[in-house]
């Protein structure tokens, strides 16, 4: 992945299209037979030929120049996500900033799941100044609540989830830095996309226990990020 330029990552997940489709380009809403509305920084022309690209396993269509300024404006990992149906090229990572994850396993039963412990999640982000994948690079951001502790039964499944939790963990997933809903604060570490318990005996805040889809709405929200485990097997 290295010293591949933006435009060799998205071109990877590209197949050539023959004739000029009819549709207009879902990211710049200009017709997919014209330019790519799309004028910034280190747009330069392309040919005709590859003005319009077709990822190959979802096979929605975008003008090039719009998928690799798209591209662009990611953190660069080398990954693409499709725009309309979210099918993830390659690996996702995230802008979660340095911290710890660690878990353990209580002995206690969460409500709902009275015949198995507990695991708890405990992670740690510490305050710090943003980076260029953040939204105000060279600003500091806050971290509250922390550590946030976060509760799973230890159970297959729960032990499935927490396997891969700790892969959305080293990809970057599980937090980022933004504007908090819950308190409006700005440039400061929020969840991400995937749901987490920090309530254990009680239920005050709705992200407590009992929930009986929660597991398997984690599983999704997972899988959403580009993370599930193939095994069939464990299911
Ligand atoms: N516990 C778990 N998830 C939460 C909580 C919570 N107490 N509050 C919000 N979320 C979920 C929301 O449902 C949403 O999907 O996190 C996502 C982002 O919400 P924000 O309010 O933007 O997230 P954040 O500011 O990080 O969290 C607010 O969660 O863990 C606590 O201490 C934390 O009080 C803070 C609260
Ligand atoms: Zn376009």
């Known amino acids: 992945r290295k010293g591949k330029t933006p435009e060799e990552v998205v071109k990877k997940y590209l197949q050539k299209v023959k004739s000029s489709p009819e549709e207009d380009c879902t990211i710049c809403m200009e017709p997919l037979g014209g330019p790519s509305g799309y004028k910034g920084p280190g747009v330069g022309p392309v040919s005709r030929a590859e003005s319009v690209g077709r990822l190959t396993q979802c096979g929605h269509q975008y003008h090039f120049q719009c998928l690799v300024a798209m591209y662009n404006n990611g953190n660069k990992d080398g990954s693409l996500q499709c725009p309309t149906c979210k099918t993830i090229y390659g690996v996702k990572t995230g802008n ?20 198995c412990k507990t ?47 700790l892969v959305a963990w080293d990809r970057r997933l599980i937090f980022s830095v933004g504007t908090s809903s819950t308190t409006g604060e700005s440039d400061t570490v929020i969840w991400n996309e995937v749901h987490h318990k920090t309530e254990f005996g009680s239920n005050l805040t709705g992200h407590g226990f009992p929930d009986p889809g929660h597991l398997d709405n984690v599983l999704e929200e997972l899988r959403a990020q580009g993370i599930e485990e193939d095994d069939g097997l464990m299911e």
Do not use: W
């Open 96 to 115: 979660q900033p340095a911290g710890k994850m660690e878990y353990h396993v209580i002995p206690h039963s969460i409500p709902g799941h009275p015949d």
């Open 119 to 165: 695991i708890r999640i405990i992670y740690n982000i510490p305050p710090g100044i943003q980076g260029p994948e953040h939204p105000n690079p060279g600003k500091p951001f806050t971290a509250r609540g922390f550590p946030r502790h976060c509760y799973l039964p230890d159970s297959e499944k729960g032990r499935k989830v927490l396997r891969l939790l």
